[in-house]
């Protein structure tokens, strides 16, 4: 009877090509993070803690609570909870108590881990096994875009059916182009087309009885994968809802750059998305603020245009990313003092 040899083995290993005779060097992963890695995928491996994590990770503010989850799977509250303390355990998911619930959201570590799971691997694996569905849902795509246009009808009463429709399968069409996937293209289309229907309410609005007492500040650079992201982020850290703001880029990247995404949490940015520079988002502006996008963006009678000479992140290093988010906070903080004179800024 053949023994088997349990030494545990070294690294790296030397393994020789039985066919070609040179040695080849194979690093193997330790055995303690071998171990660490091993006890996360064991609590990703339950059909319900992953729809749970999809409802969370397309949720439109990045977190849900316990009584969402037990509506969505069907299972009471405690065993809801159970899975979600698993999640919790391995460092997947923090909570957070509010009231009478327990809100929860993917921890900043694992948010690209968790998208490349949900939205790389997941349909990866079910492409292996002959099987397509859609995992948003989006077997038939016009009938999902009609229901989110019904939505969005009732909640912007003012503006034509046709006119929201219109604006949905624009957005819907527009992020397709540079998405990767379709997983959660649902999910970025409410968001989109939502602010570009509040910008064709704000211009319909200071059309007719005047501006809207918060100013709008639109920003765009080429792939809005980094510097546009980045001073928006640090507007709304700073002024909150005092002042409207949105970023676009000429030519939108299918993802936020990785170096930026660790600036943008610590901002509070939840899961944000490159999105296409739109006519209504600069009607709807007050200032336009252009960085690296050339002549692309469209110049209106009546708004503020700004050019800001700031370095791509995209081609920085991690100290690079660092002096351009310092430089655009300098940028930022004067640009708000001259909109906002009263708002008490904090010390650099």
Same mark, same amino acid.
């Given at each position: 009877?053949?023994?088997?040899?349990?030494?545990?083995?070294?690294?790296?290993?030397?393994?020789?090509?039985?066919?070609?005779?040179?040695?080849?060097?194979?690093?193997?992963?330790?055995?303690?993070?071998?171990?660490?890695?091993?006890?996360?995928?064991?609590? &990703? =491996?339950?059909?319900?803690? !992953? @729809?749970?994590?999809?409802?969370?990770? #397309? %949720?439109? /503010?990045?977190? $849900?609570? +316990?009584?969402?989850?037990?509506?969505?799977?069907?299972?009471?509250?405690?065993?809801?909870?159970?899975?979600?303390?698993?999640?919790?355990?391995?460092?997947?998911?923090?909570?957070?108590?509010?009231?009478?619930?327990?809100?929860?959201?993917?921890?900043?570590?694992?948010?690209?881990?968790?998208?490349?799971?949900?939205?790389?691997?997941?349909?990866?694996?079910?492409?292996?096994?002959?099987?397509?569905?859609?995992?948003?849902?989006?077997?038939?795509?016009?009938?999902?875009?009609?229901?989110?246009?019904?939505?969005?009808?009732?909640?912007?009463?003012? &503006? =034509?059916?046709?006119?929201? !429709? @219109?604006?949905?399968?624009?957005?819907? #069409? %527009?992020? /397709?182009?540079? $998405?990767? +996937?379709?997983?959660?293209?649902?999910?970025?289309?409410?968001?989109?087309?939502?602010?570009?229907?509040?910008?064709?309410?704000?211009?319909?609005?200071?059309?007719?009885?005047?501006?809207?007492?918060?100013?709008?500040?639109?920003?765009?650079?080429?792939?809005?994968?980094?510097?546009?992201?980045?001073?928006?982020?640090?507007?709304?850290?700073?002024?909150?809802?005092?002042?409207?703001?949105?970023?676009?880029?000429?030519?939108?990247?299918?993802?936020?750059?990785?170096?930026?995404?660790?600036?943008?949490?610590?901002?509070?940015?939840?899961?944000?998305?490159?999105?296409?520079?739109?006519?209504?988002?600069?009607?709807?502006?007050?200032?336009?603020?252009?960085?690296?996008?050339?002549? +692309?963006?469209?110049?209106?009678?009546?708004?503020?245009?700004?050019?800001?000479?700031?370095?791509?992140?995209?081609?920085?290093?991690?100290?690079?990313?660092?002096?351009?988010?310092?430089?655009?906070?300098?940028?930022?903080?004067?640009?708000?003092?001259?909109?906002?004179?009263?708002?008490?800024?904090?010390?650099?």
């Amino acid at each position: 009877m053949t023994t088997t040899d349990t030494t545990e083995e070294r690294v790296p290993l030397t393994v020789r090509d039985q066919d070609c005779g040179p040695r080849i060097e194979a690093h193997a992963i330790g055995t303690e993070a071998a171990g660490v890695v091993a006890a996360t995928l064991k609590a &990703l =491996a339950e059909p319900l803690r !992953l @729809r749970m994590l999809s409802f969370i990770a #397309t %949720a439109p /503010a990045g977190e $849900a609570c +316990v009584c969402d989850l037990a509506e969505l799977t069907d299972v009471s509250q405690p065993t809801v909870s159970h899975h979600l303390k698993v999640l919790r355990d391995v460092g997947v998911l923090a909570s957070e108590r509010r009231g009478t619930w327990v809100w929860y959201r993917i921890t900043p570590g694992y948010k690209s881990a968790i998208s490349t799971l949900l939205e790389s691997f997941a349909p990866a694996a079910l492409d292996a096994l002959g099987e397509h569905p859609h995992l948003m849902g989006l077997e038939d795509a016009d009938a999902a875009l009609d229901r989110l246009a019904a939505d969005l009808s009732a909640a912007h009463p003012d &503006l =034509a059916r046709d006119v929201v !429709l @219109r604006t949905v399968r624009e957005s819907y #069409t %527009a992020l /397709a182009r540079s $998405a990767k +996937v379709s997983a959660h293209l649902l999910t970025l289309t409410d968001r989109f087309a939502r602010q570009r229907l509040a910008d064709l309410t704000r211009e319909a609005s200071n059309a007719g009885a005047g501006a809207a007492v918060a100013p709008q500040v639109l920003f765009v650079c080429v792939a809005n994968a980094g510097r546009s992201q980045l001073a928006a982020a640090l507007v709304r850290h700073y002024a909150g809802d005092r002042v409207v703001v949105r970023s676009a880029g000429s030519t939108p990247a299918a993802d936020v750059h990785p170096a930026v995404r660790p600036e943008l949490a610590a901002l509070g940015t939840v899961e944000p998305f490159p999105k296409p520079l739109t006519d209504d988002a600069v009607r709807a502006a007050d200032v336009v603020i252009t960085m690296g996008c050339g002549d +692309v963006c469209p110049v209106l009678p009546g708004k503020r245009y700004e050019d800001w000479l700031v370095g791509d992140p995209a081609l920085a290093s991690p100290a690079g990313v660092a002096a351009i988010r310092d430089e655009l906070d300098t940028r930022v903080r004067a640009l708000l003092a001259d909109l906002l004179p009263d708002l008490d800024l904090p010390t650099p």
